[in-house]
T-cell receptor, first 112, second 114 residues
Framework: NAGVTQTPKFQVLKTGQSMTLQCAQD?????MYWYRQDPGMGLRLIYY???????DKGEVPNGYNVSRLNKREFSLRLESAAPSQTSVYFC???????????FGPGTRLTVT | EDKVVQSPLSLVVHEGDTVTLNCSYE??????LLWYKQEKKAPTFLFML????IEKKSGRLSSILDKKELFSILNITATQTGDSAVYLC??????????????FGQGTILTVHP
């Protein structure tokens, strides 16, 4: 099992460009999440999907959109990138109920 | 607003020392508290705590939760250089649309010198 995979690993964008971060899990988990991690701020939840067909905002959703394409895949889109979105982005997944979240390896995004 | 605060923010010790990391929280509708270890890349799961006073152990690591005082500690005994990492505490809330949402603390950077 690959667990949670993310593409790309690194990306540099110019202000105003758009891009989609991809995430897939092969653990048959119902719930999936997108976080961003900035120095000194821990991880902050951007969006999550409790189950296939549903998505909901987290703590810092502004400037992002998500799509739960199917049970395996959950993508994060930046429509018009801004320097404030420079961060490391982690995708995670979990079973529903009292279960831990498993994290992907992260995408390091720089917006100039 | 849910809040998780970890202390200390950073800690430098020598191999063989014992360390205690702290996590306090203010969360509506508490469900569980989780500890993760983060080295270069993705956080990896250590413990999930849901009940007060029950210690969870894994090798040299142990953790306990106090739901009355709203905090948890993570202990690492006989530290090794491989324990050097960022230790993250997260609290899960439930109810309404909060299902499964984790609020993370800032993390404690632990450095273990040989």
């Amino acid at each position: 099992n690959a667990g949670v995979t993310q593409t790309p690993k690194f990306q540099v964008l110019k202000t105003g460009q758009s891009m989609t971060l991809q995430c897939a899990q092969d653990m048959n988990h119902n719930s999936m999440y997108w976080y961003r991690q900035d120095p000194g701020m821990g991880l902050r939840l951007i969006y999550y999907s409790a189950s296939e067909g549903t998505t909901d905002k987290g703590e810092v959703p502004n400037g992002y959109n998500v799509s739960r394409l199917n049970k395996r895949e959950f993508s994060l889109r930046l429509e018009s990138a801004a320097p404030s979105q420079t961060s490391v982005y982690f995708c995670a997944s979990s079973r529903q109920g009292l279960y831990e979240q498993y994290f992907g390896p992260g995408t390091r995004l720089t917006v100039t | 607003e849910d809040k998780v605060v970890q202390s200390p923010l950073s800690l430098v010790v020598h191999e063989g020392d014992t360390v205690t990391l702290n996590c306090s929280y203010e969360v509506t509708n508490f469900r569980s508290l989780l500890w993760y270890k983060q080295e270069k890349k993705a956080p990896t799961f250590l413990f999930m705590l849901t009940s007060s006073g029950i210690e969870k152990k894994s090798g040299r690591l142990s953790s306990i939760l106090d739901k009355k005082e709203l905090f948890s500690i993570l202990n690492i005994t006989a530290t090794q250089t491989g324990d050097s990492a960022v230790y993250l505490c997260a609290v899960e809330a439930t109810g309404g649309t909060s299902y499964g949402k984790l609020t993370f603390g800032q993390g404690t950077i632990l450095t273990v010198h040989p």
